[in-house]
């Protein structure tokens, strides 16, 4: 079954000169290349989506900060709007084999059916390549790159670092802040804040 080859998937990583395996591109700066295998069986590639705004979303279902925005359908919510705007959003899960939030490809697939989670990419990077390129240090951990592949944003969904879902409609959603300005032409202006959750589970 073609969802299921991944199971042995390959990361292929541009380096960019990086000799710890740890990113240092400051957001302003080229997000560093990658090509990864998805559940849906397609490699997804950084270049492949030039041209393109890219959402990556680092995620742990069974991270309560991560609940929040899923059991909310906030982040589902935003999945669906950006995607049907032309974003590309790849999901990530770098917890490796036996650490939280770990699940086989089958099982990712029974889950994010059952959560009606929909970006276009699912990306299990249980070796922590792709993590560890990024820099990823929370779930969730959001990062934007713009059609040039500079990244713009590194950070916190929003600035209300809580498991409580009461927050979310109070809060400033980050994501949307630089896709809504980067979509209507405006100049965005790259940034970082904290993440905020729990540990990616390398």
Same mark, same amino acid.
């Given at each position: 079954m073609k969802k299921q080859a991944c199971l042995a998937c390959a990361v292929t990583l541009a380096w960019a000169g990086l000799s710890t395996g740890v990113a240092q591109t400051a957001p302003g700066g080229s997000a560093p290349a990658f090509s990864l295998?998805?559940?849906?069986?397609?490699?997804?590639?950084? &270049?492949?989506?030039?041209? $393109?705004?890219?959402?990556?979303?680092? &995620?742990?279902?069974?991270?309560?900060?991560?609940? $929040?925005?899923?059991?909310?359908g906030n982040m589902q919510a935003l999945q669906k709007e950006y995607t049907g705007k032309g974003v590309v959003w790849l999901t990530v899960c770098s917890s490796a084999a036996g650490k939280q939030g770990h699940n086989?490809?089958?099982?990712?697939?029974?889950?994010l059916s059952a959560a009606k989670s929909s970006p276009s990419g699912f990306l299990v990077d249980a070796d922590g390549q792709l993590g560890r390129l990024y820099g990823a240090k929370a779930t969730p951990h959001l990062f934007v790159i713009d059609p040039k592949g500079a990244l713009v944003y590194r950070g916190a969904i929003d600035d209300k670092p809580s498991t409580d879902k009461g927050d979310i409609p109070r809060a400033t959603n980050y994501v949307r802040k630089v896709l809504d300005a980067g979509l209507s032409g405006e100049a965005v202006t790259p940034f970082e804040t904290a993440a905020y959750g729990c540990g990616v589970k390398y």
């Amino acid at each position: 079954m073609k969802k299921q080859a991944c199971l042995a998937c390959a990361v292929t990583l541009a380096w960019a000169g990086l000799s710890t395996g740890v990113a240092q591109t400051a957001p302003g700066g080229s997000a560093p290349a990658f090509s990864l295998a998805g559940l849906d069986g397609a490699v997804h590639s950084l &270049t492949a989506y030039s041209g $393109k705004w890219v959402v990556l979303e680092w &995620t742990n279902y069974d991270c309560p900060f991560v609940r $929040k925005h899923y059991d909310s359908g906030n982040m589902q919510a935003l999945q669906k709007e950006y995607t049907g705007k032309g974003v590309v959003w790849l999901t990530v899960c770098s917890s490796a084999a036996g650490k939280q939030g770990h699940n086989s490809p089958r099982r990712w697939q029974e889950l994010l059916s059952a959560a009606k989670s929909s970006p276009s990419g699912f990306l299990v990077d249980a070796d922590g390549q792709l993590g560890r390129l990024y820099g990823a240090k929370a779930t969730p951990h959001l990062f934007v790159i713009d059609p040039k592949g500079a990244l713009v944003y590194r950070g916190a969904i929003d600035d209300k670092p809580s498991t409580d879902k009461g927050d979310i409609p109070r809060a400033t959603n980050y994501v949307r802040k630089v896709l809504d300005a980067g979509l209507s032409g405006e100049a965005v202006t790259p940034f970082e804040t904290a993440a905020y959750g729990c540990g990616v589970k390398y």
